[in-house]
Structures are given as C-alpha cells and as structure tokens.
C-alpha cells in the first residue's frame, strides 16, 4: 500500500482495499474453475453496491454514498460470464458532465439542517446501489429515497426510471416482497416529512394498483419489511429523523431508543385504519429473513441487534469493543392477530449474522431454510462463514471459507427442475485477503458444510458491496 492510500484509509477505510471502487467494466468468460460448474444452474447472479466515481470529501464520505454499479456472472450450461456495469443514473451522468461531484450524500444532509442550501439539482442523487428485485420478468436496481432503475439482461444496461405510469408517488424502498404465488410485488417509501410511511401493491403485470400512507409518530429508517399471503408487515424501529436534533448539533439521523420498535401488520389490500401495531422489546432490524400466517398469528423472522449506529460507520470502521451489539441474530416475532399479543425469542445466540435469505419462492409462505452471512466480530465484522438454518429442527449448518476469505450475502438459486425447498445452491463473491482474489462461490445448499462445487476465479476485483440477487433464465 502506498503514502496515498495509507492516508486514504486513515482517514475512511471504505475508499481502500476491497472496498475501493472500480473503475472499468468488463466482460470476461470465466475459465478458471476449481470443481465444476452445474449444467442445472442457468440464471444470472447478480450483486449490487456503491462505487464512487466523484468523492466530495474523503473523511465525511459514507458507504452509502457511492454509485451504483452491478456485478453479475451469468450461469449457462455450465459455463460462466462475468460482467460489472454502472447502472447509468441521470445523476452520475451529470456528475460526469460537470467532471466533478454535485452530491454530497449522507454529509448533505448534516449541511442541509445547518441551512446550506441543497444543489440545484435536489437533495440527493438517485445513485441505485443497494438492493434489486425481479419481477414480472424485469430486473429493478434500487435505493431506498427514490424510484427504481429498470435494467436489461444479459447486458446491464440501464433503462431508466420506472414510475410505474406515473402512479408512484413516494420513495421506494430497496427492498420490495413479491409473492411468488400471486405475482404481486409490495413496497413502501419512508420518508423524513410528512407523510412518513406509504405502501403500495404492485399487480403481477407491473401496474401500481394500491397506495396508501401508513400513520407513524415520526419519520424513522426502514429498510425492509415482510409479507405472508394476506399481510404485508412494517417495522417502526429506533433510527429516526430529527432535523431539530440535527440543528442542535446532533445527528439529524440517529439511534433514538425512546421512539420504541414496534411491528405494524396490515391487509394486503388494506388502509391506514386496518393496521394493527404490536409493541416488542427495542431492536433494530434490517433484513428479515421471511414471514407467513399460522392460524390467528403472524410469525416474523428477521437479524435483529440491540441497537445501530448506521450514521456513525465511517466514524466507527475498524472498531472492535462495544459493537457487538450492533451485530444481528436471527429472531423470531410471533403476532396474535386475535388478542394483540407479540412474542419473541432468539433462534440463534452464537451466530452474529445478516442478510438473511430464503427460497425467494416462499416468500410469505411456511420456510424451512434461512441463508445467512455470519459476522466474524473479530475482524471488522467481516463475513467469514456462510450460515444454514433449519426452523423444522433447530440445526445450524456452517460453511466457512478460511482464513483470511470474507464474503457477502448469498442467495439461494434453485436447480433446473428441482423437487424440493433447498434443491439448489447458495451463490455468493469472496474476496481473498491472502491473494488479492475475488472469486465465485457455488455451494450445494444440501451438502453445505462440504467444498464448493464449484469455486470460480475472477480476473477483475469485486468489491464489498450490498445485495445480490438471481434472475432466473426465461
């Protein structure tokens, strides 16, 4: 590492190492296999996270600043493509015009309530690097405080915008629920003014059909939500806006645990007047994992902490003491829609984990197996295993990947004709510490503590990013 980036890294580690952007986009047939590649997995592997082209300021960048940019390999008889491309958003476009940054991010917001007027060109650049969705035989790369971007495959190019017709009218989240029975895709915007929460369905065709605000006491941070076949969940948890927090010199958006956490379950179809909230014991979640109705109850599995400093990550890199609490466990929530009762408990006391995934076909129906990527706390809580649970019988499987070898969320992509809930593989990029290597792993979902079936070397570097995602072959 040279004077350069040691001063980099001083001053934000996520500018440096594997978490330094790219600056090329290839596209390279992978030859360099260790094991084989199935002939019955054909789709597209994908995964999405920031890459910065314009940095306003080294220290006060976030890692959710970044660009977006997708890495994809594309799986077809046994053979293997790898692409990453820029999702081509109007403001990294203008951005390159100028030749130089007009968004600050995260740190806009901190000038915004010290009265510095925003750009122009608004408060913040629609950059689509956390998560994607499939439906409706469309790929949509997405940020949470805007529209999506809809995405061509097998190319990556960028399409545009998609405001459904004009019909969506708030933020969309980054993570969507599409019920694999119905076609329906539900989805939400949080905001930090007034309306705070608004939901909407989105019909198997990929028409906006429902939108409805959500009444809570103040705008707060949520990344996801749940759905079973006749509810879609929110969760109203302890990072909340403040600008009044803000102007006095705090954090504008902050861990505020007096807000309390609560679980707000409404008919799919339903209004503001139809949701039933059930107060829980105060968490921070993420990512749930699924959700689905037994009789009178909503049971709810997600990664919960104890608390999150989400605003604070460039400031807190590399710190060790005190932050496990920060780190998830898969948690069970069970919701009496009769007597308004909630339940809870840990599924897991060992494990530190997130990006928690399923059998996407389940979605909103009775699961068995929950992915996960467990946190190595020792390490900058780095992922260093890959976790498999199984709710019929409590059994925890562990695919580690040695030392040294950090990877990201995985997700499940079924085999071609499959004929059960885990047939199929648990896809997912590593990064090789020791070899300055990124690779692709494949892994027998049924056989997951065993080698990779395959393990595919990448020529180009893939940095640490957010979500991945598969898009089966039509």
Same mark, same amino acid.
Not at 123 to 136: D, F, G, R
Not at 403 to 425: I, L
């Given at each position: ?201 989105? /019909? ?91 009789? /009178? ?80 706390? *020792? ?33 499940? *992509? ?61």
């Amino acid at each position: 590492m040279n004077a350069i980036s040691k001063t980099i890294e001083a001053a934000n580690p996520f500018l440096t190492g594997n978490y330094a952007p790219v600056t090329e986009e290839h596209v390279t047939e992978l030859v360099e296999v260790i094991g084989e590649i199935p002939k019955d997995l054909n789709g597209h592997f994908l995964r999405i996270g920031p890459n910065p082209v314009f940095v306003p300021d080294v220290a006060t960048y976030h890692i959710f600043d970044g660009d977006g940019m997708i890495h994809a390999v594309q799986f077809e008889d046994g053979k293997a493509t790898y692409r990453n491309r820029f999702v081509d958003t109007e403001g990294l476009r203008k951005e390159r015009e100028k030749g130089t940054w007009i968004w600050k991010g995260m740190a806009g917001m901190a000038d915004l309530v010290k009265g510095v007027p925003p750009p122009e060109e608004g408060l913040m650049k629609n950059t689509a690097n956390t998560a994607m969705v499939y439906h409706n035989n469309t790929l949509y790369a997405l940020m949470e405080a805007a529209p999506p971007h809809k995405m061509t495959l097998p190319d990556l190019g960028t399409a545009g915008e998609e405001t459904f017709d004009g019909a969506l009218k708030h933020p969309f989240t980054a993570h969507p629920k599409v019920d694999a029975v119905t076609g329906e895709m539900m989805t939400f915007g949080y905001a930090p003014f007034p309306p705070y929460l608004t939901y909407s369905v989105i /019909d198997q065709k990929g028409k906006l059909v429902h939108t409805t605000p959500i009444t809570i006491p103040k705008g707060v941070m949520m990344h996801d939500c749940a759905i079973t076949e006749h509810y879609t969940v929110f969760l109203d948890m302890p990072i909340t806006f403040d600008f009044m927090r803000g102007a006095a010199g705090g954090m504008m958006l902050d861990w505020e645990p007096e807000n309390g956490s609560r679980l707000g379950v409404v008919p799919r179809y339903g209004s503001d007047a139809d949701v039933k909230w059930f107060d829980v014991d105060i968490s921070m979640v993420f990512h749930v994992s699924n959700a689905w109705e037994e009789g /009178d109850m909503v049971v709810v599995q997600a990664s919960r902490s104890l608390r999150s400093d989400i605003s604070r990550a460039t400031e807190n890199a590399g710190k060790q003491e005190g932050m496990t609490d920060q780190l998830g466990q898969l948690y069970e929530w069970r919701l009496n829609m009769k007597t308004g009762e909630a339940t809870e408990r840990h599924l897991d006391k060992v494990h530190f984990c997130d990006f928690t995934r399923i059998n996407d076909d389940l979605a909103g129906r009775r699961s068995r197996y929950t992915y996960a990527a467990r946190f190595d706390p *020792a390490h900058d809580a780095k992922f260093d295993a890959e976790l498999k649970y199984d709710d019929a019988t409590g059994a925890i499987q562990v695919h580690t990947f040695g030392q040294g070898r950090w990877g990201g969320e995985g997700v499940f *992509a079924k085999r071609d004709n499959a004929k059960s809930e885990d047939d199929g593989y648990v896809i997912l990029f590593l990064w090789d510490e020791n070899a300055e290597r990124s690779e692709c792993l494949i892994i027998d979902a049924q056989n997951f503590e065993a080698p990779p079936v395959a393990t595919i070397r990448i020529p180009h570097r893939v940095p640490f990013g957010f979500h991945a995602g598969w898009a089966p072959d039509n």
